[in-house]
């Protein structure tokens, strides 16, 4: 779900001079609903995770959201490897 960077122009200074900001594209991050569809887990399982400190998120006045990187991480760690199991 990334976004299109976007430019705009504004003014600056006494003189007018065009001031040139570029916002770079970026994944928008996941709440915790978004994130337990993308998942395919219950919503609980995604709050068990944030409260057994597995999963990191952040708070952000009342709502929780979680960084694309951090979840990839996470889910990183459960990759199978194709090892037999004993």
Known sequence: MAKKGKTSRGRSGANGSAALT???ER???FTPE???AYLQVSDRQVRNWVSEGL???YKIGSS???DPADVDAF?????DEGKPER
Not at 75 to 79: C, D, E, L, N, Y
């Open 55 to 57: 999963l990191a998120s």
């Open 75 to 79: 889910v990183a760690q459960f990759r």
């Open 64 to 66: 929780r959201r979680f």
């Open 22 to 24: 570029v916002i770079t």
């Open 27 to 29: 994944q928008a991050w």
């Open 34 to 36: 978004t994130l337990a």
